[in-house]
């Protein structure tokens, strides 16, 4: 809401945790039908030894 009191139609998103905070906050942002572009490079994720990389996951 506080986006669209702004007038911002575009956001661009990084963070700590992409398969966590980041996704999460992605799917908000898309439903409330804000333009967002993810900074791939911008981002993290832990990595499990038995699951593998949790960014290479999605």
């Known amino acids: 809401m506080q986006l669209g009191n702004r ?3 575009k956001v ?3 963070g ?3 398969n ?3 996704e999460s906050h992605l799917r908000d ?3 409330y039908r804000v333009e967002v572009l ?3 490079d911008a981002t993290a994720a832990p990595q499990y ?3 593998g990389d949790a960014i290479r996951r999605h």
Do not use: F, N, T, Y
Request: hydrophobic letters at 60%; a negative charge.
């Open 49 to 51: 030894p038995d699951l």
């Open 20 to 22: 966590l905070c980041v």
């Open 29 to 31: 942002l898309v439903e």
């Open 7 to 9: 007038s911002i139609s």
């Open 12 to 14: 661009i998103l990084l």
């Open 16 to 18: 700590m945790l992409e």
């Open 38 to 40: 993810v900074v791939k």
